[in-house]
Every structure is written in structure tokens, then in C-alpha cells.
């Protein structure tokens, strides 16, 4: 298996135990770019899954739960032109407890350089 094919992504087995799956990396499609995260938050929609509430099915699928996601996009789909490989984002997603996931352009949002590399655990209609 290549390094560059491949992610690790979080899967919740039963409550209270979390394990890491090796997937394929996702490929983004038209309107949407590929992030390299570099974190995401915890959502307190989150812990009803890791606590066990009665609709929880588990495992959960590998990366889900995760969607307040920030990093660098390192791959764009064919209409999302507006932003280019090597952008500092925060994204709204679906999959973020992993180490890439996909996000529609219009769920993402450029950070300002000034942040650096501070942490970034937030919606992006949160700083708008």
C-alpha cells in the first residue's frame, strides 16, 4: 500500500472505544477541494455516540462525527477554482476525525494568514 493512496481515519467501535482504519484517500469531485486537516473539534452532537444513546449504530464509518475540521486543501475539484492547492481552511464536513476529508466548496472558508498556525476548531459561518 502506498503512502500516498492511503488515510488513517478514526472509526467508533462501541461506546467509549475508538480505533483507526487505513482507507483509501478520497478524491474530491467537480465543486469540491480535499483537505489535509491539522485538527477538528469536538461537537457536543459528538457525545451522545461515544457516551452510547440507543440510536447509535456503531461502527460508526471510518472518520465520521467529524465535521469542524482546519487545514490545507491539497487537491481541488474541476469547479472549485476559487481556491488553489496550498490554502489554510476551515471547513464544514463530514468526515473530518481522519487525516484528509472532502468538503464542498461553499462549506469552506480561507483563514487569514495572520492566524499562522493556530488551531482552528470552528464552523466557518462562524467568522463571517
Known amino acids: 500500500m502506498s503512502g500516498n493512496r492511503y488515510m ?3 472509526v467508533i467501535e ?3 472505544r475508538l480505533r483507526f482504519d487505513r482507507i483509501e484517500l478520497p478524491v474530491p469531485r467537480p465543486t469540491e477541494v480535499r483537505v ?3 485538527g477538528c473539534g469536538v461537537c457536543a452532537s459528538n457525545l451522545a455516540t461515544w457516551n452510547g444513546m440507543p440510536w447509535t449504530q456503531y461502527p460508526t464509518e471510518p472518520g465520521a462525527l467529524g465535521h469542524e475540521g482546519w487545514g490545507i ?3 481541488l475539484g474541476e469547479d472549485a477554482e476559487e481556491f488553489q492547492v496550498g490554502d489554510r481552511v476551515a471547513t464544514v464536513s463530514y468526515h473530518a476525525y481522519a487525516e484528509f476529508d472532502l468538503a464542498s466548496k ?6 487569514p494568514r495572520e492566524l499562522g498556525n493556530c488551531a482552528f476548531p470552528a464552523r466557518p459561518w462562524d467568522t463571517q
Open 36 to 38: 489535509k486537516l491539522e
Open 106 to 111: 461553499d462549506a469552506i472558508v480561507k483563514l
Open 8 to 10: 488513517r481515519a478514526a
Open 73 to 75: 486543501i491539497d487537491a
Open 14 to 16: 462501541e461506546p467509549g
